[in-house]
T-cell receptor, first 111, second 115 residues
């Protein structure tokens, strides 16, 4: 089945700096790669996703890039703000009708 | 409309007891997923439903875990003879259909503590 690895496990950046979280996946049949944000004590929520027919997608300060050849995808957050502090999960769909999630990255944006 | 709801929000039980966790998906969502999130860990897939059927039960940790869904709506996750290692937050999610390009909407979770 699909295996997703996520790095780093923790990330601390200063407000205004950029943050990058990277994921690799194992199943070359994966076509859908969502990113979820989970604030402390809250439920995960989808923030952005990308499908295999595109290499990059942007939504305001958030962007995701996908390299299907290398089987990795990344989340980029620019001009970070304190409210970006949360745990971020990447996921990939593989060939089964389910998502396999990475282990999460705890992002801390400091003032 | 209303989002995914789960009950109870917290459950403390003694080792060896059975527990039932409930999930109410968004109305009209045919796909329903159960995940387990241990402290500081990722989302571990347990089982998913398409309608009332569960094509993939591969994530259930042991035969003490079971789940059902009735009427294409409410789902119940049952853990029999609970163990301390079952302590975790159990999250439910629903999506319009079982296609992974559809967003999964998560419930608030049930925090299970086995003493």
């Amino acid at each position: 089945g699909e295996n997703v690895e996520q790095h780093p496990s923790t990330l601390s950046v200063q407000e205004g700096d950029s943050a990058v979280i990277k994921c690799t996946y194992s199943d070359s049949a994966s076509n859908y790669f969502p990113w979820y944000k989970q604030e402390l004590g809250k439920r995960p929520q989808l923030i952005i996703d990308i499908r295999s027919n595109v290499g990059e997608k942007k939504d305001q300060r958030i962007a995701v890039t996908l390299n299907k050849t290398a089987k990795h995808f990344s989340l980029h957050i620019t001009e970070t703000q304190p409210e970006d502090s949360a745990v971020y999960f990447c996921a990939a769909d593989g060939t089964a009708s389910k998502l396999t999630f990475g282990t999460g990255t705890r992002l801390q944006v400091t003032l | 409309g209303a989002g995914v709801s789960q009950s109870p929000s917290n459950k403390v039980t003694e080792k060896g007891k059975d527990v039932e966790l409930r999930c109410d998906p968004i109305s009209g969502h045919t796909a329903l997923y159960w995940y387990r999130q241990s402290l500081g860990q990722g989302l571990e897939f347990l089982i998913y439903f398409q309608g009332n059927s569960a094509p993939d039960k591969s994530g259930l940790p042991s035969d003490r875990f079971s789940a059902e869904r009735t009427g294409g709506s409410v789902s119940t996750l049952t853990i029999q003879r609970t163990q301390q290692e079952d302590s975790a937050v159990y999250l439910c999610a629903s999506s319009l259909v079982v296609m992974n390009s559809y967003e999964q909407y998560f419930g608030p979770g049930t925090r299970l503590t086995v003493t």
